[in-house]
């Protein structure tokens, strides 16, 4: 069972900055895909940001392109997202997810922590 951490939100300005890290349980992390999702209430869940085991694919939402950043230290199980010149419409709960080899959906998910961008 692979347990991920997510941690870093908070509140803070519109234009303003915040870095979430989700750290794994498990030292196979550096096997996994990782996403980044958010919900904000009453919208659906979306992928914002999401990187494969070694660094070499990497996707954005077209909403959070140029201003998110998605990286991993495999050495860490860790895997951060660099969110610059943040919205109120970026506010949401963050959720780091993992896809296991051999999985075509993300099968495991952090519990969350939200990001508050206020105007």
């Known amino acids: 069972q692979v347990q991920l951490v997510e941690s870093g939100g908070g509140l803070v300005q519109a234009g303003g900055s915040l870095k979430l890290s989700c750290a794994a349980s498990e030292r196979t992390f550096n096997s996994y895909t990782m996403g980044w999702f958010r919900q904000a209430p009453g919208k659906e869940r979306e992928l914002v940001a999401r990187?494969?085991?070694?660094?070499?694919?990497?996707y954005y939402a077209d909403s959070v392109k140029g201003r998110f950043t998605i990286s991993r230290d495999n050495s860490k199980s860790t895997v951060y997202l660099q969110m610059n010149s943040l919205k109120p419409e970026d506010t949401a709960k963050y959720y780091c997810a993992a896809k296991t080899p051999l999985n075509t959906r993300y099968n495991y998910w952090g519990q969350g922590t939200q990001v508050t961008v206020s105007s």
């Open positions: 990187i494969t085991w070694n660094g070499d694919s990497i």
